[in-house]
């Protein structure tokens, strides 16, 4: 549920003055039960892409329908959140609780000061369900969550995203758990595109074989190899012998906090050779780190993905010829096909481009 309520209650008295039928005062009054009610429909049909099956379900008991009927199948997923907007409302009519923030007198001019009171309430807003987000990568630590940092979070569900790359036959493409509460939307995007994607976020190698039984084509460990700050060789090749070393990606982005990347690499590939690497440097769509790239093309023999900084289509031409061909480019903001404000090229057109 959103973390509206307490504003929509608290700012009444100097806003819309609303007084909510069945309470003995002169003063105007919004119960606390009625704000949160009135948002109910709206939050619903903002989180049914994050998960269109639980939605689902919701539908069909607000509607006394079995799951399994065809009035619920028939439903397309990206429309379960509005007919199940109606049907919440539908169902708070009868209870005599206004529909939305209109009917209790708030108007468009409010919304910025509803928005402002909301936005400090991290407690509440950190439970937001497994949407797609696009993060900026170098943030990303299992020890320390609170470190991440978003550019941009996206409606649509990992599924969406899964599929859209299925049907683009897109491989080698990444699913990130970040931080707890986030296993069912990641087998979602799993389920969605078996062997099509990779999975990263608290992998070890206690669970790295479980998430490739859920239909990751690799798994990328970071963290797990960091312990206490400092990279734990003996680690690296438990979780290889655990699934082998064609499913495992290496994450290296914390080698930039305190290590030589050209031992450290060295060292992987020695010990471990086989695997994948992946040099995630930031997502800031700033530009490429092209001393690194350079590098990386003299240093490492097995497949090398450098993450981070690509900011237009000729990126991808920099860094095949910086590495001679042996480093690959991921875009993240820069291609979120769902989010083009920031530049006008699109998903699409980076398909073009890389298959001429």
């Not at 009444?12 to 007084?19: E, L």
Request: aromatic share 8%; charged share 20%; with cysteine.
């Amino acid at each position: 549920m959103s973390y509206v309520p307490p504003q929509i209650s608290g700012l009444n008295k100097k806003g819309p003055k609303y007084k909510h039928s069945g309470y003995v005062t002169d003063l105007p009054i919004i119960p606390h039960g009625i704000s949160v009610a009135l948002t109910g429909p709206a939050v619903f049909q903002f989180t049914a892409p994050s998960s269109p099956d639980r939605h689902r379900e919701a539908l069909a008991i607000f509607t006394q329908a079995n799951v399994t009927d065809p009035s619920i199948t028939s439903i397309p997923d990206k429309d379960i959140g509005a007919h199940l907007y109606e049907a919440i409302a539908r169902f708070l009519d009868g209870l005599g609780v206004p529909r939305g923030l209109k009917a209790i007198g708030y108007t468009t001019s409010d919304l910025g000061m509803l928005v402002e009171g909301t936005l400090p309430q991290r407690r509440v807003l950190d439970l937001a369900p497994g949407i797609g987000d696009v993060i900026v990568g170098g943030t990303l630590s299992d020890a320390s969550p609170e470190t991440l940092k978003t550019n941009f979070v996206a409606s649509q569900s990992p599924g969406d995203f899964a599929r859209l790359y299925r049907d683009n036959k897109l491989e080698g493409g990444h699913v990130i758990k970040l931080g707890p509460g986030n296993d069912a939307a990641a087998r979602e995007a799993l389920a969605a595109w078996p062997g099509g994607l990779q999975i990263g976020g608290g992998i070890d190698d206690q669970n790295a074989q479980e998430w490739i039984n859920a239909g990751a084509s690799k798994v990328i460990v970071t963290s797990y190899l960091f312990p206490n700050a400092k990279f734990s060789l003996e680690r690296l090749k438990k979780v290889s012998s655990v699934v082998g070393k064609d499913r495992l990606v290496v994450d290296v982005r914390q080698v930039l906090h305190g290590y030589d990347w050209e031992v450290f690499i060295s060292n992987v590939i020695l010990v471990v050779a086989g695997e994948e690497i992946n040099a995630d440097v930031e997502g800031l769509c700033q530009g490429i780190d092209e001393e690194l790239v350079r590098k990386l093309g003299q240093w490492i023999r097995i497949p090398t993905t450098y993450a981070g900084g690509a900011k237009d289509l000729g990126d991808l031409d920099l860094v095949e010829q910086l590495s001679g061909g042996r480093v690959d480019l991921t875009y993240g903001r820069y291609v979120c096909p769902f989010w083009n404000a920031y530049l006008n090229q699109t998903l699409s057109q980076c398909i073009g481009h890389l298959r001429g």
